[in-house]
């Protein structure tokens, strides 16, 4: 149960560190990494990226490799070394090679001397290639000496063959060391035949280049194979480390905060999927720290309110042992004095009565609209009613009164307080004056979506000093706490719960020359009898 006069602190996402109301907490938070962070990728892209960088990295080494190896295979051939066929696959991988090579250019429109380097690597001594165009022999390569096999293709009918069928054909045969290879393509309506031939000599052989080549491509997939591993294990501690920080740090701070040390701040100095959880993590921070604060005034004022409450009940209290002793004792030995005394004991009962009411009254309040159900009420005919309910009686105890309140005003609100708080204004203007008559202006009227209740009197008012502090319980500007008779303390502390209970707000200040004036604000209910949507902000 919260007690009259604990200090509320709302929680204002604010710049917690400096307490100034400036900007959002996250806005300031966010704009802060932004301008410290030293990168704007955050981890979701960084996980594509590597991923990309995984599946793309190895392809373009591959493509590097390939481009070395070809360089180097045609720095080897103009450096006047030759590749020969040492078997059927080897001449069939080269045979493809020149076709393809060559048909890509013509069918480009392309000079077939542009592809001549692709036939040159193979040896002249061993190799012919010919190309002929609807019979017409336009590029030649190799040892001329095997033209007279190109004729024996000719002749044996292989050439008729493949004419004879339709669309594109080719032709291949392997005869011991001698290796055969006729193509036909039909390109624009221009028939083109490609032949290739190679022999293999039994002293020479290219067996050497070949070890070469099988330990270059061995090379080739163990590179290959630790560049990936190795691109993938930098890559990885690199996200895992964009991870693992900011994990670590949000650890070390629930460390902290286990501990007992709620003023610890993380630090976070990228703009990623952390930021937030880091924010969050910081404003947790700041807000159990505001309400251990907030607790430790609370505990204070729940000190100072029972030590009110015990001086305030014992001292009618100790009146009425000391006048019903009196009675015992036969110290009021007439009965005019055992009248007076009767009277003091009923006059001190009656204060111990209002002071238990009193804070009733507050607990009812902190219990909220479960004990005072809220309902929509006309302010201006409430209070107007109820001045009139019990004129006669302030009347007699010094108080005019003024009312203004010619238009409907609906809040929604508790009759019951909406009531006190009106008898505890208007009880307050009469303790407190100075003059025979004090003279008390309540006005009820409409501003935008507000309803504002004012009482205003011309008594003496309140020091300025104590302006701030009317609203706490069992202050008084009279520091003579043993004049309960005067007041509990509890009335105007009463007036400011009841306005908050009601989604309102009280304001106090002096008027001039002289008295005080009290303004309530309430939330306006629309007709319907839904509240206003300003209601409850």
Not at 82 to 105: D, K, L, P, Y
Not at 474 to 499: C, H, M, P, Q, W
């Amino acid at each position: 149960m919260e007690l009259a006069g604990t200090m509320r602190i709302s929680y204002d996402k604010g710049n917690y560190r400096t307490g100034a109301p400036a900007e959002p907490f996250g806005t300031a938070c966010i704009k802060g990494v932004l301008r410290e962070g030293d990168s704007s990728v955050n981890i979701r892209k960084s996980l594509i990226l590597s991923h990309i960088a995984v599946c793309i990295l190895p392809v373009l080494m591959t493509l590097f490799v390939l481009a070395s190896a070809f360089t180097g295979l045609l720095m080897y051939a103009a450096s006047g070394n030759h590749v020969m066929a040492e078997s059927g696959f080897q001449f069939n991988v080269i045979s493809n090679t020149i076709r393809t090579a060559v048909f890509h250019g013509i069918r480009h429109r392309e000079d077939v001397s542009r592809y001549a380097w692709v036939m040159e690597i193979m040896d002249p001594l061993q190799t012919y290639v010919a190309l002929e165009k609807n019979g017409d022999l336009i590029y030649s390569y190799g040892n001329e000496k095997y033209v007279s096999e190109v004729r024996a293709l000719n002749t044996n009918g292989i050439r008729e063959e493949l004419d004879s069928r339709q669309g594109n054909s080719n032709y291949s045969m392997t005869d011991g060391n001698r290796y055969y290879f006729l193509d036909k393509e039909i390109i624009r309506d221009d028939t083109y035949h490609l032949y290739t031939i190679a022999h293999h000599p039994k002293e020479r052989s290219d067996a050497a280049i070949e070890k070469a080549f099988r330990a270059m491509s061995r090379f080739i997939l163990l590179a290959l194979a630790a560049f990936i591993l190795l691109t993938s294990y930098f890559l990885s501690r690199f996200i895992v480390g964009r991870i693992l920080s900011p994990l670590r740090e949000l650890e070390k701070g629930a460390e902290e905060i286990r501990k007992g040390d709620l003023s610890v701040h993380l630090e976070h100095h990228r703009s990623d999927e952390f930021s937030p959880a880091i924010e969050a993590f910081n404003m947790m921070a700041w807000r159990l720290k505001r309400s251990l604060e907030e607790r430790e005034e609370e505990e204070e004022k729940r000190k100072e309110l029972i030590a009110s409450i015990s001086h305030d009940i014992r001292t009618p209290l100790t009146s009425i042992k000391a006048y019903v002793e009196g009675l015992e004792d036969h110290v009021a030995s007439t009965p005019a004095m055992q009248d007076r005394y009767l009277q003091v004991i009923h006059k001190k009962a009656d204060v111990l009565e209002r002071l238990i009411e009193q804070l009733l009254l507050l607990t009812k309040m902190d219990i909220g609209e479960k004990a005072l159900p809220l309902e929509t009420v006309d302010l201006g005919k409430l209070a107007a009613q109820f001045i009139e309910d019990n004129r006669l009686s302030w009347n007699k105890n010094g108080a005019e009164f003024t009312v203004k309140a010619t238009e409907e005003v609906p809040v929604a609100g508790s009759p019951l307080l909406l009531e006190r708080i009106v008898e505890n204004l208007v009880t307050n203007s009469i303790k407190y004056k100075t003059e025979e008559k004090v003279h008390i202006e309540v006005t009820m009227k409409k501003e935008e979506n507000q309803a504002v209740l004012t009482i205003a009197d011309d008594g003496p008012g309140v020091p300025e000093k104590a302006i701030g502090r009317l609203q706490e319980a069992f202050y008084r500007t009279d520091k003579a706490r043993s004049r309960t008779e005067n007041g509990s303390g509890l009335g105007l502390s009463i007036v400011a719960r009841a306005a908050e209970l009601m989604k309102g707000k009280v304001a106090f200040k002096n008027r001039k020359p002289h008295g005080l004036e009290v303004v309530l604000t309430l939330p306006l209910e629309v007709k319907n009898g839904k509240a206003d949507t300003d209601r409850g902000r």
